[in-house]
């Protein structure tokens, strides 16, 4: 218990001294037009649209509310296509702690919304290669399209 208390410091503490607008290489940001609830549900009617499924939403600022703590909106939305996914899945069992895809809708510190995702090759090199799939770079960039689709749908 006190280790996971002494790693969850460090890794606070780590966290706070990066600047706000540092962009992870592989990540895109975008601003909504949309308070975070309102993004959150055009994301997810943009992900039925093209016939995927949203699995569920982690709500960090609620876990931190409970935990007697304030952050500002923070939330991850698991979504993917069963159909894509399963039997990647099936044949690389270790692949199912990589997916299904997500993305985070989350408040700045002026209160903007933005909302945040994976490229398409970071998810090839991140994620699959790791699990030994290989994605070739049409299958990149088509990932990378899709995702900028939702993440426009919802945010604009």
């Known amino acids: 218990m006190r ?14 001294g990066l600047p706000a607008r540092a962009q992870p290489v592989g990540l895109v940001t975008r ?5 975070p609830r309102a993004t959150l549900d055009r ?6 649209e093209a016939g995927w ?6 709500d960090h ?3 931190a509310r409970e935990a007697g703590l304030a952050l500002r909106a923070r939330t991850v939305v698991l979504f993917g296509n069963p159909r894509a996914g399963t039997p990647g899945i099936a044949a690389n069992p270790t692949l199912a702690i990589d997916l299904p895809m997500r993305v985070l809708v989350w408040e700045d510190d002026q209160g903007r919304t933005m909302v ?3 490229t398409g090759v970071d998810i090839a090199e991140r994620v699959f290669a790791r699990h030994g799939v290989g994605i070739p770079p ?3 960039r088509a990932t990378d399209t899709l995702l900028e689709t939702l993440v426009r749908k919802a945010a604009d």
């Open 3 to 16: 280790r996971g208390c002494l790693v969850a410091a460090a890794l606070a503490a780590l966290a706070s």
């Open 31 to 35: 601003p909504s037009a949309h308070p």
């Open 43 to 48: 994301f997810a009617a943009a992900v039925r």
């Open 53 to 58: 499924i949203v699995f569920t939403e982690v």
């Open 61 to 63: 600022a609620a876990a």
């Open 116 to 118: 945040t995702r994976s």
């Open 138 to 140: 049409e299958a990149q």
